[in-house]
Every structure is written in C-alpha cells, then in structure tokens.
C-alpha cells in the first residue's frame, strides 16, 4: 500500500470516476437503444395499420385500395417495405421489396424486442414486425398476415453512432472529473503541507507552538499537540531544573573537598583535586545534557559563531606567536543550536589553541549531502592508535613536549556527544600541517537525536 496521501486520493477517485462512467455508459446506451427501438416499432405499427385500413374483401380476396405515401416503398431497394400474405392466395408486397418476398415463417429472431430477421431484396437483412389480422365482419373473415420491414444496418448505424458519440463524450467527462479530483485533492492537502511548515517553524525556534489557524477539521488535531508540546515543555523544564539543581548543589561539597585536599601530601593532594575537577566537570556535563534537551533548534551561520570563538582565542595565542588562518564561506548555516555549537566548536579550538606550536587553520565547506569543518594545528597530535579512545570521557593522553595539559580530558568527549546529538559525526586524523585534524561532518539536513547519557 502507497504512503502517499495524494496519490491514494488519486488512485481511489480515477477508480470512483471509472464506475460512475461505466454505469453511465452502460445505462445511457440502454436507455437509447430501449427508444429507439421503440421507435422504429411505433413506426412499423403505423405501416401495418396504415395497410389495414386500406384492405378491403372483394369476392373473398383481400383487394388494397391506396398503400402507404411514403415514395421509399416505391424505390427499389427505398429502405422500407410492406407485405400482405393471407393464408391462402397470393400476397401483396410494395415495389421497394422487388422479387423479394418476405417469408415470415423462416424469420429468425434478432437482438431488438419486437422484430425478426428476414432477407432483404438486397441480401441484406431486414427487422421485420408482423403481425396476424382478419378481415370480413359479416363473411366469412379473410386471415393474413401483415408485415413492415427496415434494414438492420440502418438501426445498427444508429446505434453505433451514438455509442460512438457518447463514448466520447464520457470520455472527456471522465478526464474533466479527474483533473477536478485531483485539483480538489492538492487543494485538501495545503493544511497539511502548511501544517508541515509550521512544524519546521516550531523546531526551528520561530514558533512555540502550531497556533489555531487552519481548518476545523484539523483543529482537533492541531489542539492536542499543542497541548503536547505545552506539556513537554513544562516537563523538561521541570527536569532542567532538577538537574540544574543537583549540579548546582554538588559544587559546594565539592569546594569543601577541594580545600581539604589542600591539606594532604603532596601527591594524594593532587590525586584528590583531580578527582574533585573530575566531579565537577561531570556535574557541569549533566547540566549541559538537561539543557540541549530542551533548547530548541536555530539557524545558526558558521562564519558569524566561529569568527567570534577565534576572536576570544586570538589574544591568547598571540602570546605564542600562533597564527590563524579562517577559510569559511559566509554562506554556510547549520539547524544547530548557537549554544551547542558554540561549545562543540569551542572546544575543538580551545585544544588546537593548547597544542599548536605556531599555525592553526580553521576552515568549513559543503558538499552535495553534508558541510564539513575542519579544525588543524601543527602541533604533535594524536597518534591513530589513540584517537577513538581520545573522544571518551575522561581520556588523557601522555603530553608530547612537556606541557602540563589543563582539564580532565572531557572536552573532545564533549564535542563528540554533541555531534552526535545532531546526527553529526566527529573523527580525528593527521593534518598536512603535522598535528591533528579535527573534522566535524553535519548532514544538510541535521536531524537532531537524542543525547547520550552522559556518565
């Protein structure tokens, strides 16, 4: 079974068009052939009763005194025919049948009520109607038998005109009430289609809700997930907050643990504050899980957000004589959160700016199905062994040139989680530039998933 509405719709009024016509062909073709078959019988009745009139008994011999007008009967061959057979004797016949005679009792049936088939003058058949009378009140009455004929091919042609006719005419019928169907149903659908783009506009962030506008039939409709969404709403309010305040309430037990940490050996002490920065990165993890779900989508461009993160790292790499280079086309936006973004490409920047000896290049571009951006620096780099164990939470690599790397190693773990959310992807491999390469890939059209349960 199709999933399109429109053709369903389709399919479903060519088939109800389909019957209505054949039933209106089949009908129609009835009705006229039922007339005009009556037609033609009324006119040989009046043939028939026309001779009677006229016959009269003449010393026990039917005598006709004038038959009837019309000049066909005197034409060879003239298209109707008339002929008087009594019992016994001789029968009278018009001129039109010629040396043909019309032999009532070899007549066989023909499809038209009413009429039998005879041979005509012209080997033709003939739809003859006949019909038994007497003759004589006060003698001996004179039984005969009196027949008018017409030939088949002309009721055939008939007939077979306007079947031809009507055919057509349902036919061009046929394709008016299909075209009417189908306007009727692309017209039903622009609720729908417009209730679609309303959907976009509420994950987007340009709307709260689906409104009232429509029609009443969908009102219902429109209504209830309204209401669904009010009551998503409040209930991932309700659980930001609950997980804004357990993270919140861990951060003053975790500065108590901190400053008691201060107070024991050295190497316990700093076992311990690792824990404790551990404790609060997690802490800070879980609030931004409850956040990304509940934000809504945005168009967010990718120049505008990244040319603001390189500015705020600019003035603290120049300490190190590191130099940027920013290729991103001003064109380029992704239905990503601003938010989200911003820390996953923070992140990536922020650990290019820690590890790059003296050139970071920041640069994004779109292919047919996906944008891609790329994050490089000409530091040490990750070795390919360590690179899928690098994106867990909490992974730490060895320092390559003896700097004390900050952070408990959930940054790219971070950045990962939130491309995922996004059905994006991160991978890690080797720039030209000697260092890693970070390359986040976004389909066009982002489909946003649920976050990872943060551990």
């Known amino acids: 079974m199709t999933r399109s509405l429109r053709l369903r719709l389709a399919v479903g009024a060519v088939i109800a068009i389909g019957l209505v016509v054949l039933v209106v062909w089949l009908s129609l073709g009835r009705f006229f052939t039922d007339y005009v078959v009556a037609r033609y019988r009324g006119e040989m009745a009046t043939i028939i009763d026309t001779l009677a009139a006229e016959l009269a008994v003449r010393d026990g011999e039917l005598a006709l005194g004038r038959g009837p007008a019309d000049p066909r009967f005197d034409l060879p061959t003239g298209g109707r025919y008339w002929q008087i057979s009594p019992l016994k004797g001789k029968a009278m ?17 023909s499809p038209y009520e009413g009429f039998s088939i005879s041979e005509g003058p012209d080997g033709q058949p003939l739809l003859v109607q006949s019909q038994v009378l007497s003759l004589g009140a006060n003698a001996p ?21 306007f079947q031809g006719r009507l055919r057509l005419m349902l036919v061009a019928t046929a394709g008016v ?3 009417g169907a189908f306007f009727q149903g692309a017209l039903g659908l622009v609720p729908l289609r417009r209730l679609s783009e309303r959907a976009a506009a509420v994950r987007a962030g340009r709307a709260r809700d689906f409104g009232t506008a429509g029609p009443s039939e969908m009102q219902p409709l429109v209504s209830e997930i309204n209401l669904l969404l009010e009551e998503r709403e409040v209930a991932v309010e309700r659980a930001r907050a609950r997980a804004s305040d357990l993270a919140h309430g861990l951060k003053t037990p975790l500065t108590v643990l901190a400053q008691l940490a201060e107070h024991l050996p050295p190497e316990e002490r700093k076992l311990a504050l690792r824990q404790v920065e551990l404790a609060r990165q997690r802490a800070d993890r879980q609030l931004q899980a409850a956040r990304m779900g509940v934000e809504r989508m945005a168009t967010t ?9 390189v500015s705020v790292l600019r003035p603290v790499t120049a300490e190190r004589d590191i130099a940027w280079r920013v290729s991103i086309d001003s064109s380029l936006s992704l239905d990503v959160d601003p938010a989200d973004l911003a820390e996953c490409l923070g992140n990536l920047l922020d650990n290019a700016a820690k590890w790059a000896r003296s050139f970071i290049r920041f640069s994004a571009h779109r292919s047919k199905d996906e944008i891609a951006i790329l994050i490089e620096d000409d530091g040490p780099g990750i070795a390919e062994q360590d690179r899928e164990s690098i994106l867990q939470r909490g992974a730490r690599l ?26 994006a992807s991160l991978t890690l491999g080797q720039s030209d530039l000697g260092g890693l390469k970070a390359m986040l890939t976004f389909p066009v059209k982002v489909a946003r998933r649920p976050l990872r349960d943060p551990v």
């Open 93 to 109: 016949r018009s001129r039109s049948l010629w040396d043909t005679t019309i032999d009532v009792s070899t007549s066989t049936d």
């Open 141 to 161: 009455s004179v039984r005969f038998v009196a027949s008018a004929a017409f030939p088949q091919k002309e009721l055939d042609a008939a007939l077979g005109d």
């Open 177 to 179: 009430l299909a075209a």
């Open 301 to 309: 461009s990718i120049m505008g957000l990244g040319g603001k993160l």
């Open 398 to 423: 060895d320092n390559a040139d003896d700097r004390e790397p900050d952070g408990t190693g959930l940054g790219l773990a971070i950045s990962a989680d939130i491309a995922d959310a996004y059905g």
